[in-house]
Nanobody
């Protein structure tokens, strides 16, 4: 089975940093496009960042550009999301997602595999 397992969430004060990690198994990771989405209570799941296997293209939501960085380690089959200068509006459950397609899509429907999420809470 393909499994994506997120870790690294927690509680942090505004202005602080967290690093999320997603461990991937059962997937051709080196040729997968990986992405992070987030969902706050009562809100739709929204795009955060993606990293395509095709030329390592990155895409970021405007709300996080310059603060978040997505990266991957093909040797360890992990994708990370470094989150700096966190804001209370970043509070959400963060989900790791993947697809074998080469894409820069921000749509949830473009991604085949999903993790169960990790909670990030940013206090003011």
């Amino acid at each position: 089975q393909v499994r994506l397992v997120e870790s690294g969430g927690g509680l942090v004060q505004a202005g602080g940093s967290l690093r999320l990690s997603c461990a991937v198994s059962g997937l051709g990771f080196s040729r997968s496009t990986m992405a992070w989405f987030r969902q706050a209570p009562g809100k739709e799941r929204t795009f955060v960042a993606s990293l395509s296997w095709n030329r390592d293209r990155t895409n970021y939501a405007d709300s996080v550009r310059g603060r978040f960085t997505i990266s991957r380690d093909n040797a360890r089959n992990t994708v990370a999301l470094q989150m700096d200068n966190l804001k209370p509006e970043d509070t959400a459950v963060y989900y790791c997602a993947g697809t074998l397609q080469s894409t820069s899509s921000v749509r949830t429907s473009s991604y085949t595999y999903w993790g169960q999420g990790t909670q990030v809470t940013v206090s003011s």
